[in-house]
């Protein structure tokens, strides 16, 4: 699974959107249920919210990413299944694969997409070229770059690694963050 975090560009914007978020997305708690939004004003009703419309699962809860594993989604977070991930990827201006899930805290600081790629076995010992993988990551940026400038959104540059892959053997899992 290849977990990459979504921090920058859209943060702005979700955080000017974040208690209408909040507001919204709690409004179908059980009854009694105490939640992050109770203290945050709900928006004007002439003020629609496409992001409160998404069908935010809210933790703690146990979800389904992907195929082949599950997630606790603790307190204070939000999930969001692929189809609604990528409702959330085009309102960001953020092109998607259609595969992600996401997950968020309440107040959308920041957020993370999950995404499985079935590219084969890793062996614990193998050797990553971290820059060939970073001049890869960059050229998707930039094939990338063309759509958002089709669509009129803004571009995306990579500037280097926020820390390099690496993989743990304990978890089986090759993790990486771009800056």
Known sequence: MRVVMGIGLAAGLLLSLAG??????????????????????????????????????????????????????????????????????????????????????IDLRWFGLFDFEDIGYVKDDEEIDAEALLESFKAGTEAGNEERRKRGWAELTITGWRFEPRYDPQTQRLEWAIE
Do not use: C, Y
């Not at 009703?45 to 409160?52: G, K, L, Q, V, Y």
């Open 20 to 105: 209408q978020v909040l507001a919204q997305v709690t409004a179908d708690a059980a009854p009694g249920e105490e939640s992050a939004a109770d203290s945050t004003a709900a928006p004007a009703a002439d003020e629609p919210n496409p992001f409160a419309e998404l069908n935010w699962l809210v933790g703690p809860t146990a979800v389904k990413v992907g195929e082949h594993a599950r997630l606790t989604v603790p307190d204070g977070f939000m999930f969001l299944e692929p189809a609604e991930t990528s409702k959330f990827q085009e309102l960001t201006e953020n092109p998607t694969n259609g595969r992600e899930s996401l997950i968020a805290p």
